[in-house]
């Protein structure tokens, strides 16, 4: 077994999300799946998967495929729940905290744009998290747009997949006319909350800090150091990945 290969009892957790009737492949839905975590967490190039996985053709296929009818994100939606649920709190969070991560571009066809506060060419990750730290969605823009504005298409998302949620936990880069809107729109307050210092000492954001965790936790998994896809859409893709991975090791630590 590869590390980041899937658990008996991750399996199971899978077979009771997604339906399986209509898988009709020669190959094992787990070994595709597998041969994805795989790209996501060791970086691999999809021409040079393992030959012990199918051939990389068929695997990048599925990829697509799944990214486009939204299966990763319904099962990061389902993990969320399951683990909320398991921590003892509600399967739906009520409150959400936002950062964003400026990431290098690697390839000449990645997207890219330039990011002047963090002297950075390439694209930004908009994450939003529960209280816990756990994913929940993300939007992926190149780097030059302002946090404001690519947190506004990170709402709007949140809003449709997890209606519950009223209170967003944001930093400084999401002041300004993004409040207001917010709140009109998808009936959310944006709270902003600054990090601060005493005696010289480093004092984390009451509440927001689990977010920067979160994209610290991110970097472990390879794929996401640098933005190598062509396409805005499957980088969000691997982050969304990433996170299921994430959630079925905290859901069968036990």
């Given at each position: 077994?590869?590390?980041?290969?899937?658990?008996?009892?991750?399996?199971?957790?899978?077979?009771?999300?997604?339906?399986?009737?209509?898988?009709?492949?020669?190959?094992?839905?787990?070994?595709?799946?597998?041969?994805?975590?795989?790209?996501?967490?060791?970086?691999?190039?999809?021409?040079?998967?393992?030959?012990?996985?199918?051939?990389?053709?068929?695997?990048?296929?599925?990829?697509?495929?799944?990214?486009?009818?939204?299966?990763?994100?319904?099962l990061l939606d389902s993990l969320v729940a399951e683990v909320r649920f398991q921590e003892g709190?509600?399967?739906?969070?009520?409150?959400?905290?936002?950062?964003?991560?400026?990431?290098?571009?690697?390839?000449?066809?990645?997207?890219?744009?330039?990011?002047?506060?963090?002297?950075?060419?390439?694209?930004?990750?908009?994450?939003?998290?529960?209280?816990?730290?756990?994913?929940?969605?993300?939007?992926?823009?190149?780097?030059?747009?302002?946090?404001?504005?690519?947190?506004?298409?990170?709402?709007?998302?949140?809003?449709?997949?997890?209606?519950?949620?009223?209170?967003?936990?944001?930093?400084?880069?999401?002041?300004?006319?993004?409040?207001?809107?917010v709140r009109n729109t998808f009936g959310m307050n944006v709270e902003i909350?600054?990090?601060?210092?005493?005696?010289?000492?480093?004092?984390?954001?009451?509440?927001?800090?689990?977010?920067?965790?979160?994209?610290?936790?991110?970097?472990?998994?390879?794929?996401?150091?640098?933005?190598?896809?062509?396409?805005?859409?499957?980088?969000?893709?691997?982050?969304?990945?990433?996170?299921?991975?994430?959630?079925?090791?905290?859901?069968?630590?036990?």
């Amino acid at each position: 077994m590869y590390t980041s290969d899937l658990t008996e009892a991750q399996k199971a957790f899978i077979k009771e999300t997604i339906p399986m009737d209509n898988w009709t492949s020669k190959y094992d839905f787990f070994l595709v799946f597998d041969a994805i975590l795989y790209v996501d967490k060791t970086g691999c190039q999809w021409r040079n998967l393992p030959h012990d996985f199918p051939a990389w053709q068929t695997v990048y296929y599925y990829f697509r495929a799944w990214s486009a009818i939204g299966e990763f994100k319904n099962l990061l939606d389902s993990l969320v729940a399951e683990v909320r649920f398991q921590e003892g709190q509600t399967p739906e969070p009520s409150v959400a905290v936002v950062d964003a991560q400026s990431v290098r571009a690697a390839s000449y066809p990645s997207p890219k744009g330039f990011d002047g506060n963090k002297k950075v060419k390439g694209i930004k990750r908009q994450i939003a998290v529960d209280e816990n730290g756990h994913l929940l969605d993300v939007k992926t823009t190149t780097a030059n747009i302002h946090d404001s504005k690519g947190g506004l298409m990170l709402l709007a998302l949140l809003a449709a997949s997890h209606p519950v949620i009223k209170k967003i936990l944001a930093d400084r880069g999401y002041r300004g006319d993004l409040i207001e809107l917010v709140r009109n729109t998808f009936g959310m307050n944006v709270e902003i909350t600054l990090s601060g210092s005493s005696d010289g000492k480093f004092i984390p954001a009451k509440g927001r800090w689990v977010a920067e965790r979160s994209i610290s936790w991110l970097d472990n998994f390879r794929r996401l150091c640098r933005n190598y896809e062509d396409t805005l859409e499957v980088a969000r893709q691997m982050v969304i990945i990433a996170g299921v991975a994430m959630l079925l090791n905290r859901l069968t630590a036990n």
